[in-house]
């Protein structure tokens, strides 16, 4: 009902805090959600608006869009190249990032809902792009950030987008000994399910981190946009395009609770965001249980491993 209820009924605030001097990181910024979002920090003044992108060419024609719509300088967006499937492609866009003199905002938006089973870096693509190399950005430019609210006496936010559908999977893998080493199981895979729990993984692993960063000066919270508009269906059947006809909300009005996220206080610190305000209460009972606290601490361990193979020392940026 909750849900209907967000979906039919409420219209997030439209943003209007400035974020006037600041450095702004959208990924996958070329389309849905993300570009939104890129055009309200467009449009509210961002200084240097970076879209990162796997096509640079749709990124360059939103880049082009954003301008014509918002009228902001054309020095102000830059379009550079990230796939989460690569950790080598995240690996380069940290280490350029992090010559940036500032990062105020890394809106981590870049997602796939994937319908077919496929490896990208040893492991499921939807987890990889979803959830590993999400993380493996948040913790190559957590210095930077850092040293963003040290220098300039700041708080920087580190934003992921998750969803509601989080609670919309029973994630029977929580309880192997290897939580990853299951989702990379094509054979016992349900690949139905396969989407919400990579949200939902977002979700554990953001609770599991947070308090780890109490004190540095970033914000890490998270965010359900609501069902919107958007390609993010693209390899979906029938059934979602007939529930997005009725119940999903402009890509727009998603977007807000991005940039709500982006500006939200300290409060939001390590909580769930939706409809542009701070809902902890509305996370899924399961990420609420001592089961969740447990799931949350165990994903974080293996994924901690999975990091570290991948960039040894990073989760030392915590
Ligand atoms: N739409 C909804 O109803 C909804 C609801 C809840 C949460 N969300 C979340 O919102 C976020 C944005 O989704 P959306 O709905 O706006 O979907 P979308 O229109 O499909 O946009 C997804 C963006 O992610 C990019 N991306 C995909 N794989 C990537 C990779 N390997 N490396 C870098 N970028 C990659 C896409 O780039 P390409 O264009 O090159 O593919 C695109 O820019 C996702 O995290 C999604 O889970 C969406």
Redesign the pocket.
């Known amino acids: 009902m909750g849900f209907l209820y967000s979906q039919l009924v409420v219209k997030p605030a439209y943003p209007t805090t400035m974020f006037s001097g600041m450095t702004v990181i959208v990924?996958?910024?070329?389309?849905?959600?993300?570009k939104e979002a890129a055009r309200h920090f467009a449009r509210l003044g961002a200084s240097k608006l970076i879209l990162a992108?796997?096509?640079i060419k749709?990124g360059e024609a939103a880049k082009k869009d954003i301008e014509a719509t918002t009228q902001c300088p054309s020095s102000v967006i830059e379009v550079w190249s990230?796939?989460?499937?690569s950790y080598d492609s995240v690996k380069a866009f940290a280490s350029r990032a992090s010559s940036l003199p500032r990062i105020d905002v890394l809106c981590e938006?870049?997602?796939?809902?994937a319908s077919k089973f496929q490896l990208a870096e040893g492991h499921e693509r939807t987890i990889t792009?979803?959830v590993i190399s999400t993380f493996l950005l948040a913790l190559l430019l957590l210095p930077k950030l850092k040293a963003t609210a040290k220098e300039f006496k700041t708080e920087p936010h580190l934003t992921i987008?998750?969803?509601?559908?989080h609670g919309w999977t029973k994630f029977p893998e929580w309880k192997e000994p290897n939580v990853f080493k299951a989702l990379d199981d094509e054979s016992k895979s349900n690949f139905e399910e396969r989407y919400p729990t990579s949200?939902l993984l977002e979700v554990l692993v953001i609770r599991a981190i947070a308090p780890k960063l109490a004190g540095s000066g970033v914000i890490l919270n998270y965010l359900?946009?609501?069902?919107?508009?958007?390609?993010?269906s693209?390899e979906a059947g029938w059934g979602l395009t007939i529930m997005k006809f009725f119940l999903?909300r402009p890509?727009e009005v998603?977007s807000r609770t991005l940039v709500a996220s982006a500006s939200a206080g300290p409060e939001s610190h390590g909580k769930y965001m939706s409809d542009a305000k701070v809902e902890d209460d509305n996370v899924s009972p399961f990420v609420k249980s001592e089961d969740g606290k447990k799931a949350a601490d165990k994903v974080w361990s293996k994924l901690s491993e999975i990091l570290e193979r991948a960039q040894p020392g990073v989760t030392k940026n915590l």
């Not at 990924?27 to 993300?34: A, F, I, K, P, V």
């Not at 359900?224 to 958007?230: R, T, V």
């Open positions: 990924t996958g910024s070329n389309t849905g959600l993300g992108v796997r096509n749709a990230l796939d989460l499937s938006n870049a997602g796939i809902a792009v979803n987008v998750s969803s509601e559908v949200k359900n946009p609501g069902l919107c508009h958007s390609e993010l693209r999903a890509t998603g």
